[in-house]
């Protein structure tokens, strides 16, 4: 959570709130709280490039307008009927399995959440910095997340992404 919650829906507060509780704080967190207690999100440059490198090329390489205002989430791009909910994480130190858990989260989380009135219509993709190797692409392909990451001057990625265009 940043400092902005005016710009989450209720139900994510609330279940932020909740987690707070079920952590042991003990209080009650009331909805006027809430804003005093929300710490600073901060995003790495690393992370900030990745999103802008990944949106040229969804722009100049696809023919597609990457969306980055739709904050908490880092993108989404429409392709015909289909609206794409782009996570963007960067593997820190190596440890590509927290950065898979993290995109997992981040994705079922905003679907969920953002899309209320039904979300058949939602892809999800979540773009690395590096490649997170064979078992975590199959990891997410399984979940139904089409995965992409940096591989030098080029964007590789899972057979669903590439399906849909989304890499080369």
Same mark, same amino acid.
């Given at each position: 959570?940043?400092?902005?919650?005016?710009?989450?829906?209720?139900?994510?507060?609330?279940?932020?709130?909740?987690?707070?509780?079920?952590?042991?704080?003990?209080?009650?967190?009331?909805?006027?709280?809430?804003?005093?207690?929300?710490?600073?999100?901060?995003?790495? &440059?690393?992370?900030?490039?990745?999103?802008?490198?990944?949106?040229? /090329?969804?722009?100049?390489?696809?023919?597609?307008?990457?969306?980055?205002?739709?904050?908490?989430?880092?993108?989404?791009?429409?392709?015909?009927?289909?609206?794409?909910?782009?996570?963007?994480?960067?593997?820190? &130190?190596?440890?590509?399995?927290?950065?898979?858990?993290?995109?997992?989260?981040?994705?079922? /989380?905003?679907?969920?959440?953002?899309?209320?009135?039904?979300?058949?219509?939602? &892809?999800?993709?979540?773009?690395?910095?590096?490649?997170?190797?064979?078992?975590?692409?199959? /990891?997410?392909?399984?979940?139904?997340?089409?995965?992409?990451? &940096?591989?030098?001057?080029?964007?590789?990625?899972?057979?669903?992404?590439?399906?849909?265009?989304?890499?080369?």
């Amino acid at each position: 959570m940043d400092d902005h919650p005016e710009q989450y829906s209720v139900a994510e507060l609330q279940c932020w709130k909740q987690n707070q509780i079920a952590q042991g704080s003990g209080i009650d967190l009331g909805d006027v709280q809430i804003t005093q207690v929300l710490g600073v999100l901060v995003k790495s &440059r690393r992370h900030e490039t990745v999103v802008r490198d990944y949106g040229h /090329f969804l722009q100049k390489q696809c023919g597609l307008q990457p969306n980055t205002h739709v904050h908490p989430r880092d993108m989404v791009v429409v392709a015909g009927d289909t609206e794409w909910l782009i996570e963007v994480k960067t593997v820190h &130190r190596g440890h590509v399995a927290a950065a898979v858990r993290e995109a997992l989260g981040q994705l079922l /989380f905003y679907r969920h959440f953002h899309y209320p009135d039904g979300h058949h219509h939602i &892809r999800m993709l979540a773009v690395f910095n590096e490649d997170i190797g064979q078992a975590c692409m199959e /990891f997410l392909e399984i979940q139904s997340i089409a995965s992409v990451w &940096r591989t030098g001057a080029r964007w590789a990625g899972s057979p669903s992404a590439e399906n849909a265009n989304l890499c080369g």
